[in-house]
């Protein structure tokens, strides 16, 4: 079976950036999951799926525009220390969470500056090329319950 939209695709992959530094991969024996075409992964990787079958595997490199975008200065903002955990000597580099409308936020400190502190909402592989090396370990038609979860 190809790959093709509402496909239930399952990948074993390594994800390196420009410098060969690994930043993520599947565990051994659990492949990723996912519904194809419900953007549930970044584009780049899609298109380089689409109409592949299981057993496929091969390596290649999505741009930030394809990948996490790039950096947006909106996403660079300044809110008041008092937001952040008391208890917590917050530096710049040091990551938090933040829960928003549409589930967890992730963000990086980027300075901190008495009272204030700016922090950036990007994703952190945003402005990156990503390597991958993946293999497309099964491909079906997605349940009912997939499909309902997107």
Known sequence: MKIKEKSFVSIDYS???????????SPPGK???????????????EKELAGKEQGWSTQFTVEAEDGYGQPRNDLVRQIPRE??????DVKPGM????EGPEGTIPFMVKAVDGDSVTIDLNHPLCGERLHFDIKVVEVRDATEEELAAI
């Open 83 to 88: 937001r952040l955990p008391s208890d917590v």
């Open 15 to 25: 994800l390196k950036l420009d410098s060969g530094e690994e930043v993520d991969k």
């Open 31 to 45: 492949p990723l999951g996912f519904v194809f075409s419900a953007g549930q992964v970044i584009p780049g990787l």
């Open 95 to 98: 990551a938090f969470q933040a």
